[in-house]
T-cell receptor
């Protein structure tokens, strides 16, 4: 079955602390994974995709096929990172995205 | 991404009524999508369209219908056959099936 699991509904950290938002997937094909973010009162937007291997706003994510994971990491959290984060898996030839339930990141001063 | 406009932001429906949610994009994207989001769940795909005059069912198409008469428009109709229509609906578009999706602000539909 194709599935994306984000085990934490809420992750609460203090400013300057490291952050790791967990994402695990289940897919028999070659996975393509994304992280989307939704800041308060803003629309859902793409944060990064694994094939780009880039760092956006200090966030990175590495695809680990052995552990079927795509965890999102940032070494030093900022208050402006507080948002809802969704991990998504692209499957099929028509750009279908399967989303996890999301993790709310709260960064406290 | 101001290129995708969904309207209205809030919509109320009486039992037995059909309602249509609007989605317009000026990004010149070929592909468009409709998702539904329920509390505590991820987005689920309702319908998608690769090009004008073509659309396909997603995972939860029952009780919904769409049209794609123009490239920039992909309206979603929630019919009376949809048993549990109360949800948040998101429209997205992408340049093609290989490019990331861009999302609108969403429409929240409630049943009176």
């Amino acid at each position: 079955a194709q599935r994306v699991t984000q085990p934490e509904k809420l992750l609460s950290v203090f400013k300057g602390a490291p952050v790791e938002l967990k994402c695990n997937y289940s897919y028999s094909g070659s996975p393509e994974l994304f992280w989307y973010v939704q800041y308060s009162r803003q629309r859902l937007q793409l944060l990064l995709r694994h094939i780009s291997r880039e760092s956006i706003k200090g966030f990175t994510a590495d695809l680990n096929k052995g552990e079927t994971s795509f965890h999102l990491k940032k070494p030093f959290a900022q208050e402006e990172d507080s948002a809802m984060y969704y991990c998504a898996l692209r499957v099929g030839g028509y750009n279908k995205l399967i989303f996890g339930a999301g993790t709310r990141l709260a960064v406290h001063p | 991404d101001g290129g995708i406009t969904q309207s209205p932001k809030y919509l109320f429906r009486k039992e037995g009524q059909n309602v249509t949610l609007s989605c317009e994009q000026n990004l010149n994207h070929d592909a468009m999508y409709w998702y539904r989001q329920d509390p505590g769940q991820g987005l689920r795909l309702i319908y998608y369209s690769q090009i004008v005059n073509d659309f396909q069912k997603g995972d939860i198409a029952e009780g919904y219908s769409v049209s794609r008469e123009k490239k920039e428009s992909f309206p979603l109709t929630v019919t009376s056959a949809q048993k549990n229509p109360t949800a948040f609906y998101l429209c997205a578009s992408s340049q093609d099936f290989n490019q990331p999706q861009h999302f609108g602000d969403g429409t929240r539909l409630s049943i009176l």
